[in-house]
T-cell receptor, first 118, second 111 residues
Framework: EAGVTQFPSHSVIEKGQTVTLRCDPI?????LYWYRRVMGKEIKFLLH????????ESGMPNNRFLAERTGGTYSTLKVQPAELEDSGVYFC????????????????FGPGTRLTVL | GQSLEQPSEVTAVEGAIVQINCTYQ??????LSWYQQHDGGAPTFLSY????GLEETGRFSSFLSRSDSYGYLLLQELQMKDSASYFC????????????FGKGTTLSVSS
C-alpha cells in the first residue's frame, strides 16, 4: 500500500512569489491534515479536511494560505504571496475515518515539502 | 494554551537505554502518541498511550501518567539507526482530531 506522498520535496522561491504544494493521502483515508514545522520549533497544525470539507482551519496563519481538496482525494496548499516567515517543512498526514480509526486514529505522515522563501 | 515540553537533545551509545520525557499542559486529551522522524523523512508513528501505565512494543516502551501530566518514551538496546528526532503529541478533546506536538528531541546514538 502506498503511503502519503507530497510534491515537491523542496521548493525555493523569492518573497512575493506563489507556491503550490500537493499531498496525496493514503487511498481511502477520509481525514487529511496539513502541518508545518518551522526550524527548531514544534510541528504545528494548519488545517484538517474530512473528505472534501474543511473541518478545522484554525491553524492557518493568515489569508495568504489557501487549501483545497477537490473531490476528497488529493489536496493542495497554496501560499500567495509567500513571505520569509513561511519557510519551513510542510507535512501532510492522513487517517481513516473516526469509526474505523478508533480513539487512537493513527495519522500517517508524508515526507514533507521543504519550502525556502528568499 | 496547550504545550508539550521535551528535552531538545539526548546522546547515548549503542546498547544503552535512554528515556525521553514529555511534560504537558493541556486541559484534556484522548491519548499521548510518540512519533519518530529520521532526517528528511516522514514522521512515523511509534506508540500510543490512552490510559496510564506502560505500553511495550519491542525495544520501545511508552509511559503515561495523567495525574503527573507526564509521559516518556523508553528506548532499549539502542542501535545506530535509532538516531532520529522523537516527538510526543496529544489529541486534545477540543481540537478535533488534530495533533499538538512537542518541539522534538534529537537522539544521537554513537558506537
Amino acid at each position: 500500500e502506498a503511503g502519503v506522498t507530497q510534491f515537491p520535496s523542496h521548493s525555493v522561491i523569492e518573497k512575493g512569489q506563489t507556491v503550490t504544494l500537493r499531498c496525496d493521502p493514503i487511498s481511502g483515508h477520509d481525514n487529511l491534515y496539513w502541518y508545518r514545522r518551522v526550524m527548531g520549533k514544534e510541528i504545528k497544525f494548519l488545517l484538517h479536511f474530512v473528505k472534501e470539507s474543511k473541518q478545522d482551519e484554525s491553524g492557518m496563519p493568515n489569508n495568504r494560505f489557501l487549501a483545497e481538496r477537490t473531490g476528497g482525494t488529493y489536496s493542495t496548499l497554496k501560499v500567495q504571496p509567500a513571505e520569509l516567515e513561511d519557510s519551513g517543512v510542510y507535512f501532510c498526514a492522513s487517517s481513516q475515518n473516526s469509526l474505523a480509526g478508533g480513539p487512537r486514529n493513527e495519522q500517517f505522515f508524508g515526507p514533507g515539502t521543504r519550502l525556502t522563501v528568499l | 494554551g496547550q504545550s508539550l515540553e521535551q528535552p531538545s537533545e539526548v546522546t547515548a551509545v549503542e546498547g544503552a537505554i535512554v528515556q525521553i520525557n514529555c511534560t504537558y499542559q493541556t486541559s484534556g486529551f484522548y491519548g499521548l502518541s510518540w512519533y519518530q522522524q529520521h532526517d528528511g523523512g516522514a514522521p512515523t508513528f511509534l506508540s500510543y498511550n490512552a490510559l496510564d501505565g506502560l505500553e511495550e512494543t519491542g525495544r520501545f516502551s511508552s509511559f503515561l501518567s495523567r495525574s503527573d501530566s507526564y509521559g516518556y518514551l523508553l528506548l532499549q538496546e539502542l542501535q545506530m539507526k535509532d538516531s532520529a528526532s522523537y516527538f510526543c503529541a496529544v489529541r486534545p478533546f477540543l481540537a478535533g482530531t488534530a495533533l499538538i506536538f512537542g518541539k522534538g528531541t534529537t537522539l544521537s546514538v554513537s558506537s
